[in-house]
């Protein structure tokens, strides 16, 4: 068990400290004024390290060639490393639940993988917000013909799954709740590794839904046919965010690059290219701003 755990470790480590290429679906030009921002250490290795899980469009995924990352998230972060005159090189982080320890023993200088900003998150890292998050999605097999809702009164007594690490796993926790505050029986709340293996359990049967941002879920609808989704729920969460090691040095000059990108229009035009630019900020908040 010592030995597969190390062979298992190593493997980890090394994928982790592999740079994967990027498609960006736009460029940006520099600004000098925001590149002086840089800290010392960054501008002196010439690149920005960058973490994420590949999941599924249009967040963060691997094009058809299956080594070429592509999305929202590659696209904003690239852009904001040429805002500010410095390369981005991508690591996979072979999954969510590695991103934070990635970050906090400084493997990666942020990670984008549609991180909500939670409190409970903010004590371990920092964030510099950059997409309105509240607008969430439940998928079903169009055969169950599950008729549209908006609560989650709708799957009372239901199984519904969800990601791990994520705060769709907190959502059901406290709607079940609620669902017995009620008299209603709870939801049974199945957690997944990650969003395609939701979804594939919902395509196979193994599962009658699957919670997740409405974004990703909505796309995966167009894709699969058999799958509908059936509910659209509004909550009021802080946005996905940059992540960083608490205290980075290079949070002032992200979130410049972010509210610059904002200012000229080329953050919306991204976001417009992926079909989801009902989720755009006015602006770019870090930590504790961002709960304001």
Not at 92 to 115: C, E, H, W
Not at 130 to 139: D, H, M, Q, V
Not at 166 to 171: A, E, G, K, L, S
Request: proline share 6%.
């Amino acid at each position: 068990m010592t030995l597969l755990a190390l062979v298992m470790a190593t493997h980890f480590a090394n994928a982790a400290d592999v740079s994967v290429p990027t498609d960006s679906s736009l460029h940006v030009d520099a600004d000098a004024k925001l590149k002086s921002l840089l800290p010392p250490d960054i501008t002196q290795r010439g690149y920005i390290v960058a973490g994420t899980n590949p999941n599924t469009p249009p967040t963060t995924f691997f094009k058809e060639d299956n080594k070429t990352l592509a999305g929202r998230e590659i696209d904003i972060m690239n852009a904001v490393g040429e805002r500010l005159g410095i390369k981005v090189q991508w690591r996979d982080t072979g999954g969510f639940d590695n991103i934070i320890p990635g970050l906090k023993t400084g493997r990666y200088d942020v990670a984008l993988s549609n991180i909500n900003a939670t409190q409970t998150r903010l004590k371990q890292v920092d964030f510099v917000g950059y997409y309105n998050a509240s607008r969430l999605g439940i998928i079903s097999l169009k055969s169950a013909s599950i008729a549209p809702f908006t609560t989650f009164d709708a799957v009372c007594g239901k199984e519904v799954g969800a990601g791990a690490g994520t705060t769709q796993i907190m959502r059901l926790e406290q709607a079940s709740k609620a669902c017995e505050a009620a008299g209603k029986q709870p939801i049974k709340v199945a957690v997944f590794p990650d969003r395609p293996a939701g979804v594939q359990a919902v395509v196979s049967g193994r599962v009658p839904m699957f919670f997740g941002p409405y974004e990703g879920l909505s796309w995966q609808t167009k894709l699969i046919k058999p799958l509908a989704l059936s509910g659209e729920i509004h909550v009021d969460d802080a946005p996905v965010s940059v992540a960083f090691p608490k205290d980075s040095p290079l949070e002032p000059a992200v979130q410049a690059a972010l509210n610059s990108l904002i200012k000229d229009g080329n953050y919306q035009k991204i976001l417009d290219h992926w079909g989801i630019g009902f989720g755009a900020v006015t602006e770019a908040k870090r930590n504790e701003e961002i709960f304001k």
